[in-house]
């Protein structure tokens, strides 16, 4: 919307005027704009899953190699007195020096076995090359494909050396023998992990490298050379899956502080809590807790693995606050390897992070590889050093008084944390930091309830936080919660799981395979459970049963079916949606359960949701019943019989007012089709061979004066096809580029006589119109054939024409089909054009050769000519003919190259001489775009079920997974339209500012009175002649609709905006528009006279103009007079009342009654008969009192009251008029009059309650066109003659317009349409002679 700087400034945007604007425009409800109109309808993009471990793996076995050679100190280091001496807790000196070595070996692996106990454990002390190398390779034949530690402890050998080689001793331990890291990675092998404790470690991890790389590059060489000596070894193992941890850098030695143990890398490693807690008390801090001695740590109670006790509890921190450093300050990737993958890794590593900190205090850098970025300085060790604080504060008073322990209240404090960050934050931010603690969390009882539902509400912001949460590893958890009986927690796993399963459908296995289904299954089966929580169950079971063959017998035993059909009727219209949708994927290809329906009668209970007032809903029933039939097992007569019954119910949602249900029924017929298709195939034939012996008295021979000029087929003019190509237009640079170009060309043709139209383009040529799908396949069955068969179908007795049993369930199925196939929204007519042609196809291969010669008009295309209406396939030459390079530009493709047998040069149409050969012994009528033509067209020519390309039994319309993103979008956010600060909010504010100057100003205007109307404030030349204007009501937008296209001009600026096509078929006229939501996103109507409603958005602000819905708004408009020369003067074509208040939209014409679609639920409420014996002309209804008043061919105003049933809702009929009446306007004020106008100028004034008119005023004969403003009392007239007049309300004439202003003044042309505005006073105007122009009052008084 364009904002106007003059209302930004202007004063009087008070209070006052805000309320006013709010009172109204606040309370009105808008139609067609859910999300179903806004969205495509398709799931949203599958995000690559990387959670899943893909390769778990177990460290199997240990070698624990222990250097030390108690009492012999090496000879490179020189040792501080006093000096570290314990080993594993050990001092090698209190024993003798081989029961000390045997004890520390012991020690060591018992620490190693807190962290995995199930490993096998060498123990290899003081040893020779000789025994690592035997212990090396049997440990790695063992273990096979899975993972291997190497722990070294070289505090009795010499440092690690430059060139890589590590200490180890001879046999009588006279000499220290190296060994090369070299030979060490050739036994252990890969995957390994290594742990280094010895001075100068950061050497080895370094040499590992080198070497590493070195095993690469000769594996390369001898990859390309096979003589070398490596190229016939096996594959020495790849390092990459090998893991390091070095005590410190290369040039650092180990701390010798007395107060540490000598192997402080090893204690940091496998014992933390105790070295952490000694490490707190030989701190300064430390002497603020008052009475905490070493000794005393000692004696803390409890158990490691025991939540409920101290030692268990800090453990348990430790574990939380490691392993949330880690994930936040690795990358995914590495933290998943790391830290997830192998229980013994991720312990050692996460005490890694603690021997960092510990160990850089004594500078000393403990080195890995891979590299971790550093940790030691993370504000989570500060809430480390609080818990450990807390904790060992209470230790006196428990030891000596056995005092109760208290409970650290650090887990409360981080899910608090975790809270502020939800409450409080922003939309694109850090992810938080507490995810991992609120993992660990759900371990306890005690926070359990509370971190499940701030987890919920974390994963309600959208997929990416579910992502996040399945990679911190919260799967197994929420799995194994369901093992759990506790009421509480259903409504917050339900929700839980329907969040994952909406971001991650493959879990439906985990789901099975654990017996998880069962917990939903019991949720949904509980009536005392909300309905939005059975909701979500019916969702993840839906999940579980999609094309998951297991998940469905698993459900099905779960008596799911009979859980479903119970609750089809609940009052929640998302319940009701979703028990459908699961429901047919239950029995999609899965018999049993189609017959445990059958047997529950589920398709009947099934029926009433046809009728719901939801939309999804009827889309989710329609799915369900589509499914049932749609099952491929063999046919018995009962199941057949079922089917035609479930076929004939969903044929009565042909003319449903929503295109999501429409598509939803092509694909269930679709279905239905696949099952039956030899019968099928039969009725094809049938009517293809009928089509060709009847000829339709079409609309399109009598050509309409001024409007049918032939078209030269010459690339100059890009040809706009009719109704199928469609779909390319709405393409998204194409309208646009459409519009340029034919903008352009009404510059070159401004003179002649034939204006250039969208109209007459489509009539250029029937060729032109052979249905191009949106992927260029070439179809048997035009658009023009299959709209000439639904009209044979409905007007003739094909009772005797048609051999079939006329009504048989096939034919009607047939006839649906067809209709569906002229849908007005594109997607249902392509979806319903591939179902016919693909049947077409099929019936025209199977039929026998002879028969496809004999029938001349199959194979051959005739020359093309605006009136032939044959059915065109183009000779057998491979592509459509296209119209040249312009076509491109229309639908945004790159032309297809002419079929390679097709030569170049013969022209396009001319048939080929003796060309009767049928294409499909040519090649298959179905090309594909990358097929590979004619070469392979011999083998498969004759092949039917090659073709399976039309129509696939997997047809689909995205609906299940589109519905399905509502659970992975956030539900619990406030809508953006009611969040105060929202721009969206903001925009709404500035337009409903915007409307309430327009009605203050214009009432200042039309409350002084208007003395004249003939100010020429606009003049534009319109691309075709207006048969329909219309005023935007509150911005400078007005819309000029001609016959098959709709221009947009701002009248204010005089510029033309926007012209783009509607879409109706070539024998139709657009003969009525609204604006819906006027006072807010406004969308446009438009009607046309074959009863087709379409509805725009996006016109004339820059963006594509695009369709939000289509629906056949009056379904049996009756014929005869469509289309004719005059045809204002014969038939009404469309008429249209919109009433915003409500949403209702009051449709008529030329049929018997007078239809009301309801938009909320877009479906058709009621039908009034009128009574009369011609058609509705006019139609003006007033929602305060429910009336409606609609204006007749036969000159009579008829009154309804549409509270009353439909044998008397007629309330009043007056008979005044003696000729069709051009408008009937029942005027909104509480005792407003109906004011009617007949062709003979005849006005006349009646109060609703009497009989007979009240005032008659007489003005100009020949009226063509008549409008009342609804504010100012005046009327106009526009007469065949060439001239408007303008009459007040007392009919006295206050303005006659005969010429247009400006240097020549010519005359007026004789006028097709004219329209007030609902506010100012401006007339709108068009005229035969293509121009439109705007009157207004005098300048002074605007």
Known sequence: MKMDSDLLHSPAVGLAEEEEADMNDWKLPLAFMKKRHSEKIEGSKALAQSWRMKDRMKTVSVALVLCLNVGVDPPDVVKTSPCARLECWIDPLSMSPQKALETIGANLQKQYENWQPRARYKQSLDPTVDEVKKLCTSLRRNAKEERVLFHYNGHGVPRPTVNGEIWVFNKNYTQYI???????????????????????????????????????????????????????????????????????????????????????????????????????????????????????????????????????????????????????????????????????????????????????????????????????????????????????????????????????????????????????????????????????????????????????????????????????????????????????????????????????????ADLVKDNGHKYFLSVLADSYMPAEHRTMAVFILAVIVNSYNTGQEACLQGNLIANCLEQLSDPHPLLRQWVAICLGRIWQNFDPARWCGVRDSAHEKLYTLLSDPIPEVRCAAV?????????????????????????????????????????????????????????????????????????????????????????????????LRSVNSYTNIRAATSARNLNKSLQNLNLNEEGGPAAFSPGNLSTSSSASSTLGSPDNDEYILSFETIDKMRRVSSYS???????????????????????????????????????????????????????????????????????????????AGGSPPMPSTSSSSLTNEVPKPPAREQPATRPPYTPTLGGQAPHSHQFPRTRKMFDKGPEQAAEDGDDPGGHRNYISPSLQTGLCDWSAKYFAQPVMKIPEEHDMESQVRMERQWRFLRNSRVRRQSRGITQRGVSRLDDQIFINRNPGVPSVVKFHPFNTCIAVADKDSICFWDWEKGERLDYFYNGNPRYTRITAMEYLNGHDCSLLLTATDDGALRIWKNFADQKNPEMVTAWQGLSDMLPTTRGQPSASAHSAGM???????????????????????????????????????????????????????????????????????????????????????????????????????????????????????????????????????????????????????????????????????????QRIGAISCLAFHPYWPHLAVGSNDYYMSIYSAEKRLR
């Not at 609120?438 to 919920?456: I, N």
């Not at 001024?706 to 890009?718: E, Q």
């Not at 007056?1214 to 004011?1235: C, F, N």
Request: charged letters at 20%; proline letters at 6%.
């Open 178 to 508: 190296p060994l090369s890291i070299y030979d060490l990675q050739t036994w252990m092998g890969s995957p390994s992990i290594f742990v280094y404790d010895c001075s100068n470690a950061g050497i080895i991890v370094k040499s590992f490298k080198q070497f590493a790389l070195q095993r690469e590059q000769e594996l390369e060489v001898a990859a390309i050379n096979p003589s070398h000596p490596l190229a016939q070894m096996p594959l020495p193992p790849s390092m990459k899956n090998c893991i390091q941890l070095a005590a410190c850098e290369a040039s650092e030695l180990l701390p010798m502080n007395p107060d540490l143990p000598a192997d402080l890398f090893t204690s940091c490693l496998t014992t933390p809590i105790k070295i952490a807690l000694r490490w707190f008390c030989m701190q300064k801090s430390a002497k603020l807790v008052p009475g905490v001695t070493l000794d005393l740590i000692e004696k803390i109670p409890g158990r490691l693995n025991d939540r409920r006790t101290p030692l268990g509890e800090l453990n348990w921190i430790f574990t939380a606050i490691t392993d949330t450093i880690a994930w936040n300050v690795l990358p995914r990737d590495l933290f998943q390897k790391l830290f997830r993958q192998d229980l013994l890794v991720a312990s050692l590593f996460r005490n890694f992070l603690l021997a960092e900190r510990i160990m850089r205090s004594y500078n000393c850098t403990p080195v890995s590889s891979p590299r971790l970025p550093p940790t030691y300085m993370h504000a989570m060790w500060q809430a480390w050093d609080l818990a450990v604080d807390i904790c060992l504060s209470q230790l006196p008073t428990i030891i000596e008084e056995g005092t109760a322990f208290r409970h650290s209240p650090f887990f409360a404090e981080q899910l608090t944390a975790f809270q502020v960050w939800l409450t409080m934050g922003v939309e694109n931010r850090n992810p938080p930091e507490q995810l991992p603690i609120v993992l660990q969390v759900l371990l306890s009882q005690v926070h359990r309830l509370r971190a499940l539902d701030l987890l919920g509400r974390f994963l309600d912001l959208g997929p990416w936080a579910v992502s996040l949460a399945l990679s911190v590893g919260i799967f197994p958890y929420v799995l194994k919660l369901l093992q759990s009986s506790a009421r509480e927690l259903r409504p917050l796993l339900v929700f839980i799981w329907a969040k994952i399963l909406a971001v991650d459908s493959s879990c439906q």
């Open 1135 to 1305: 008429v249209v009342d919109w009433e915003q208040e409500t949403g209702l939209l009051m449709t008529s014409g030329d049929v018997r009654v007078i239809r009301i679609w309801d938009t909320d639920r877009e479906m058709k409420v009621q039908d009034i008969p009128t009574g009369a014996d011609s058609c509705v002309t006019s139609l003006s209804c007033d929602s305060q009192h429910s009336l409606i008043v609609a204006g007749l061919g036969d000159g009579s105003v008829r009154v309804f009251d549409r509270r009353m049933g439909p044998n008397d809702c007629r309330v009043m009929t007056y008979r005044e008029h003696g000729a069709w009446v051009v408008k009937a306007h029942l005027q909104k004020e509480t005792d407003g009059h109906i004011i009617s106008v007949s062709v003979n100028g005849d006005v006349r004034f009646f109060e609703p309650r009497t009989p007979d008119s009240i005032n008659v005023l007489q003005t100009v004969k020949g009226l063509t066109a008549l409008d009342i403003h609804p504010q100012a009392n005046l009327f106009a007239c526009g007469s065949m003659n060439q001239f408007i007049a303008v009459y007040n309300i007392n009919g006295d004439v206050i303005s006659n317009i005969k010429y247009y202003d400006g240097f020549m003044g």
């Open 623 to 719: 799915f369900a019943l589509g499914t049932f039939v749609g099952n491929s097992a063999e046919r018995t007569d009962h199941s057949t019989t079922i089917d035609h019954n479930v076929a004939m119910m969903l044929a009565q949602l042909i003319n449903d007012g929503s295109p999501v249900v429409r598509k939803e029924l092509v694909v269930a017929l679709s279905h239905l089709v696949v099952q039956y298709e030899s019968n099928f195939c039969t009725v094809a034939l049938q009517f293809i061979e009928e089509e060709k012996n009847y000829t339709v008295p079409s609309p399109a021979n009598t050509a309409e004066p001024g409007n049918l000029t032939p078209v030269r087929d010459s690339p100059a003019i890009p040809r």
């Open 797 to 875: 007795s094909l009772n005797s024409l048609i051999g079939v049993s006329f009504n048989s369930v096939y034919t009607q199925i047939w006839r649906v089909l067809l209709h569906l196939a002229a849908d007005p929204f594109p997607e249902v007519s392509d979806l319903a054009m591939k179902v016919l042609n693909s049947i077409a196809y099929k019936a025209t291969m199977n039929a026998r050769p002879q028969r496809i010669l004999d029938s001349g008009s199959l194979t051959q295309s005739a020359p093309a000519s605006p009136t032939s209406k044959g059915t065109h396939i183009h000779q």
